[in-house]
């Protein structure tokens, strides 16, 4: 039972010491502007959340057009939050860090990504597949 026990904690020590903290671009302290994350997935557009409905966490404050919807941030926050720390996937595909538009913005996978505009958002979609790739190895090194 003991070497169970040691082997769990193992477990769970490594998998946290592994897990890489995401720094979150935001304004004035606001992530994606203000837009409610949940909504691009549940309402399939962007919507401004509200004061009301915030919720801080990752070093950003988070707004939400309804209570359901932090609700559901504050259980998954990782299965609704943008990748690459909301800044510009086509960006992060190309090795630098980029502001967002919050209405320039794609699910694939069931994950959200966001770009610098709508211009970029086309080019972004042209080849996503190869650009999400370029992004993922390129994440962990501008997420310093």
């Known amino acids: ?3 169970l026990s040691i082997a769990v904690f193992a477990l769970v020590f490594s998998a946290n010491s592994m897990a890489q903290s995401v720094k979150f671009s935001n304004t004035g302290g606001v992530a994606i502007k203000g837009y409610d994350p949940v909504a691009y997935f549940l309402e399939h557009k962007a919507l401004k959340g509200k ?5 801080d966490w990752s070093s950003s404050k988070w707004n939400f057009i309804s209570q359901a919807n932090l609700d559901s941030f504050k259980i998954a926050p990782l299965q609704y939050a943008p990748q690459y720390g909301g800044y510009c996937a086509m960006g992060c595909s190309e090795d630098h860090l ?5 209405n320039a913005w794609t699910i694939v996978d069931n994950k959200l990504y966001l770009n610098y505009n709508m211009d970029v958002k086309k080019a972004w979609f042209a080849d996503t597949a190869k650009r999400i790739k370029a992004a993922d190895d390129n994440w962990p090194a501008l997420n310093k």
Request: no cysteine; net charge negative; glycine share 0%.
């Open 1 to 3: 039972m003991k070497a």
């Open 51 to 55: 004061d009301d409905f915030s919720f």
């Open 98 to 102: 980029a502001p967002t538009d919050p």
